[in-house]
């Protein structure tokens, strides 16, 4: 089976997420081809400044450019991010078509990456958001609960979530689907909650995490009943995420930025609708009545070979 992109890190004390948009000129392609096959090494050059920092970077590309800049077949579910029109809230699709998850546990080193990458991109693509997210305590998001804690851990359930293997897609075995949103809290209403209310909502304990029974049929379910996602034989459908907090106070700027691996990327957008249309539908998840995404992209990160073939000519 082929190696995937450094994928399954885990989560981080530090990342930057950023998406760009590519100049539709030979020229651009060419560039972006170079840089994106030459991202595994220039990750171990600084890397090896410390390797306990445990430095990783993920390279995503979006459907628009997919064709041109890899020449190679297209992943069977890759399109662009689908809006999702909720009743509460929507789920905006926007621009993107490279996707740079970079971890580490210094911010330093993350800092280097981004560096070294808009260096050698250059002028071949614009810049559509830099995110700079950073571990919150105990792994919690901005609304205070910890966050990561439903993913798939070992290598063999990890890989069964996120890898796409030979009977999936035999052109696309080693990638996974990656799909960003960027949130903001409304951080004054949420704090506004008792916290028997945030928990219902979230479907977890605040101060320990342990997870509360599921509501009866028919009635509000809390987000992790949302996005738990099962097919008619009752086989679930795990994710890998890596949400990161982000913000700023002074500017009155606290987030959430979303960001799941999928091995099927109709997982994603199942949850996604039971989120923002509601299960039943009327029903919304109420973590958006306090979130508003202000991004939606999808991407597809190839296989680490597929990633360094791309600058051979
Ligand atoms: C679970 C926070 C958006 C998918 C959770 C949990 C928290 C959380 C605290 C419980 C702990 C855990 O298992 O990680 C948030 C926040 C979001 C957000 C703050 C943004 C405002 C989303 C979105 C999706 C999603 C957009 C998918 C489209 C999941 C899944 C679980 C989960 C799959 C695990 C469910 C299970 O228990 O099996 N989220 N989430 N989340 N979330 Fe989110």
């Not at 903001?184 to 506004?192: I, N, T, V, Y």
């Not at 009327?282 to 597929?306: C, E, K, Y």
């Amino acid at each position: 089976m082929s190696a995937s992109q450094p994928v399954d890190t885990g989560l981080t004390r530090s990342a930057t997420f950023l998406v760009f948009s590519v100049l539709r000129t030979d020229s651009s392609i060419q560039a972006v081809r170079r840089v994106l096959s030459s991202v595994p090494d220039i990750a171990k050059n600084i890397s090896i400044r410390d390797v306990n920092a445990n430095l990783t970077c993920v390279v995503g590309i979006g459907s628009r450019v997919w064709d041109s800049v890899t020449r190679l077949p297209r992943p069977a579910e890759l399109h662009p991010f689908p809006e999702v029109r909720g009743a509460k809230q929507t789920a905006i699709s926007t621009p993107g078509d490279l996707l740079f998850h970079i971890r580490a546990e210094r911010r330093d080193m993350c800092f280097e990456l981004e560096r070294q990458l808009i260096e050698k991109l250059g002028d071949a693509v614009q810049l559509e958001d830099e995110t700079v997210g950073f571990r919150y305590f105990d792994a919690r998001d901005l609304l205070g609960f910890v966050d990561g804690t439903a993913n798939p851990v070992g290598a063999s359930d990890v890989s069964d979530a996120v890898m796409i293997s030979e009977s999936d897609d035999s052109g696309a075995v080693g990638g996974s689907y990656v799909v960003v949103q960027k949130y903001l809290h409304d951080l004054k209403a949420w704090r506004a909650l008792s916290t028997e209310q945030q928990e219902a909502i979230i479907g977890r304990t605040k101060s320990d995490n342990v997870e509360l029974d599921d509501a009866d049929d028919g009635q509000q379910q809390a987000h992790k009943t949302l996005a738990t996602i099962e097919d008619a034989s009752g086989n679930e459908y795990a994710v890998l995420r890596d949400n990161m907090p982000f913000g700023s106070p002074s500017a009155g700027q606290y987030g959430t930025y979303f960001i799941a691996y999928s091995r099927h990327l109709w997982v994603v957008e199942k949850m996604m609708e039971r989120m923002f249309l509601g299960n039943p539908p009327g029903l919304h998840d109420r973590i958006l009545d306090f979130s508003t995404p202000i991004t939606g992209s999808t991407f597809f990160a190839p296989s680490l070979r597929s990633l360094k073939a791309l600058g051979d000519e």
